[in-house]
């Protein structure tokens, strides 16, 4: 598929969505013990924070659609309804019969970021290739997160090449980026971060051990990927295109309201940019770190339930 400005595209985000519980402490965090916090509920999962930043981002000419799976519980009726209160973002949820939603219970520290997070993200890796491509649908765009299953992507990418349909991909996390590597060659943007990266290229994941980011993009580019968006906390992000290698600063932020979805958010917003003609580059910078930002801050919250 050739990007062209102007051009109506139909955004098919497939992956989880789940059920977000984030304790926020009310004083420093002690082990061992009971510690007073502020619990927030709310829509969760690595494929609806991105759906929601792509609809958020504004292109009238970028029609989004979220697939996920989920139970056939209260949670699932209270997701689908915080979701349709987004005007524009379309839904295909596949209900699986006597399963209970997925779930993400997160506590943060009180720098904002995550302590401990507790995920049952499951159900994500029930869903199909024929559910979320089926044989006519208009999708032109993809963008696939890593909690589907290997032989889910495997067969949504076969699908997506013969149809000329543009495949991104999140990788969620170092134990589930690994299943993309099979579908490389096929996918046209890869956005991961940099412990993710260690983790496809085969690295060991060691603190002790920090690998320049330019040596990660070119092993992740020897790996069979395209085009990245690599990120790597609040040093500057990596951009890998047709156009060459830049890197991006993010913006400065004084006070961390909480992480929790932020790198959904830019790959979400950035996604919907560069299908609306912009490139890689501005599209990072001017609506993927934007969201991203306004998430870390506090401005931009999650759809509450």
């Keep these: 598929m050739n990007v062209k400005h102007n051009q109506p595209v139909q955004l098919t985000v497939a992956g989880a969505i789940h059920l977000d519980d984030v304790a926020y402490p009310i004083a420093p965090l002690v082990p061992k013990a009971s510690n007073p916090v502020r619990w927030v509920q709310s829509v969760g999962g690595v494929a609806a924070n991105a759906g929601c ?3 958020r981002a504004g292109f009238s000419t970028i029609s989004t659609e979220l697939v996920a799976a989920v139970g056939d519980d209260a949670p699932a009726r209270s997701l689908a309804s ?6 524009g973002l379309t839904t295909r949820f596949m209900p699986l ?4 939603t997925g779930r993400y219970s997160a506590v943060m520290n009180q720098d904002g970021e995550l302590y401990i997070g507790l995920a049952d993200v499951s ?3 029930q869903l199909s290739a024929e559910h979320i491509l089926p ?6 765009a993809l963008l696939l997160d890593a909690n589907l299953s290997l032989t889910c992507i495997e067969s949504v990418c076969a699908r997506a090449m013969a149809r000329n349909i543009t495949v991104a991909a999140l990788s969620v996390s170092p134990a589930k980026a690994v299943r993309l590597l099979s579908v490389a060659p096929d996918i046209a943007l890869l956005f991961c971060n940099r412990r993710e990266a260690m983790a496809l290229t085969g690295n ?4 002790s051990l920090q690998l320049p980011l330019h040596d990660l993009a070119d092993q992740l580019l020897d790996a069979g990927f395209k085009q990245l968006v690599l990120s790597d906390g609040s040093a500057p992000v990596l951009i890998h295109d047709s156009q060459g290698r830049h890197f991006i600063d993010v913006p400065f932020i004084s006070h961390t ?12 917003a950035t996604m919907a940019a560069w299908l609306a003609g912009h490139s890689l580059s501005d599209a990072v910078a001017q609506y993927g770190l934007v969201q991203a930002a306004a998430v870390v801050r506090g ?3 999650a759809l509450s339930l």
């Design 53 to 55: 930043a792509a609809q």
């Design 82 to 87: 915080a979701v349709s209160a987004l005007s």
């Design 97 to 100: 019969i006597g399963q209970p």
């Design 123 to 125: 159900l994500a890796e």
């Design 135 to 140: 044989k006519n649908a208009p999708t032109q």
């Design 204 to 207: 060991v994941i060691n603190a």
């Design 257 to 268: 309201h909480s992480v929790n979805g932020a790198g959904d958010a830019m790959a979400g």
């Design 299 to 301: 401005e931009q919250r």
